[in-house]
């Protein structure tokens, strides 16, 4: 299934008249909130760890290519 298939039209639309540059900060955002998201599971299974070792947690998830 293409991606453009999951999306309503006006949606697809939308996309098709954004710049590239628009495009790029609209990935970077949720790209910034799924790392947010992963932080909070992450403090969830671990309250003990501190923001550094969230942190570098969540840098060897993203480097290792795990969910």
Do not use: C, D
Not at 10 to 19: F, N
Not at 20 to 47: D, W
Request: aromatic letters at 4%; hydrophobic letters at 35%.
């Amino acid at each position: 299934m293409h991606p453009s298939e999951e999306l309503h039209p006006i949606q697809v639309a939308g996309y098709a008249r954004m710049s590239p540059s628009k495009k790029h900060r609209v990935f970077l955002n949720l790209m910034n909130g799924i790392r947010e998201l992963k932080i909070v599971g992450l403090r969830a299974q671990h309250p003990e760890w501190s923001e550094v070792e969230l942190r570098r947690e969540l840098a060897r998830i993203v480097r290792n290519g795990r969910t």
